[in-house]
Each structure stands twice: as C-alpha cells, then as structure tokens.
C-alpha cells in the first residue's frame, strides 16, 4: 500500500476510535446519499483523498525522496432539532479534530497532520446537519529510479 493510502485508512481508524464526545455511527472512504442513512447512522461522515503538492527533496542514482502535502476531504452529517443543529454540527467538527489531533504523525506515516479548513451546510440540510473539512497531511516518501 501506498503512505498516501496508509494515511486514508489511519484517519478513518482514528476517526471511529472513541465514544465521546460523541460515537460516530457511518465512517467510509465511499461518498453515500444522506437521503438513504437512517436514523441509527448518525453521525455518519466519509473521507476522500484530495489535491496533493509532491516536491523532490534529495536524489540518488537508485531513489528520489519526495515531500508531499496532501489533502483529504471529511464530510460529515448529523440530524437534530431546530434548538440542537448547529451544537450537533459543532460536537461532529470538534470530535473529529480531537481525535485526528491524537496523533498528528497518522501512525507513523506522516510528519505533520492539520485541520486547514471548516465549513457547515448554514442550515440548508436541515433537519440534517453537514459539515466539511480538510485535513492536511505533510509526509515523505521514496520513489524509483530517476
């Protein structure tokens, strides 16, 4: 498996491990219509790979050591009430950076772990929440002959 793919799948782990504040229900690599989730699945979230910048840093004869910066994309859902939504929303955003903050090297696999970017659907979903963050991941790795 690629680091790249070893990072993806240590943020889902990571995600899903813990129950508090909250216990996430749904956490996938595959988009899912929110429509479809019952009421048992929330909170539901996926992860997706995004946009990534690759730099050499050092090359041999044999390898390249490369320095990438990788973004991945979490979006995520919650279902509540009118009085309770937009705690909801921020209870999801807040378990998942604590829990991605619980090792920012991703197992050994990368550097440097972040969370750049937040965003909530403003209501639009309701009585469905959504929220969307990016999470920047920093790490190394070698390639082939160059």
């Known amino acids: 498996m690629s680091k790249r793919e070893d990072i993806a799948s240590n943020i889902i782990t990571t995600i899903l491990t813990g129950t508090t504040p909250i216990t996430l229900k749904k956490v996938t690599r595959e988009p899912f219509n929110v429509d479809e989730l019952s009421e048992q699945q ?51 955003i807040s378990t998942i950076e604590t829990r991605l903050n619980s090792d920012r090297t991703r197992g050994g696999y990368a550097k440097q772990t972040q969370v750049v970017e937040v965003s909530t659907d403003e209501g639009v979903l309701f009585p469905i929440g959504g929220i969307r963050m990016v999470v920047r991941v920093m790490y190394q790795y070698t390639s082939g002959t160059p």
């Open 42 to 92: 929330y909170p539901a979230c996926f992860v997706q790979s995004g946009n990534e910048i690759r730099s050499d840093e050092t090359m041999t004869s044999s390898t390249i050591t490369r320095q990438a910066t990788a973004d991945f994309v979490i979006v995520g859902y919650v279902k509540g009430t009118t009085s309770n939504i937009d705690t909801k929303r921020n209870e999801l």
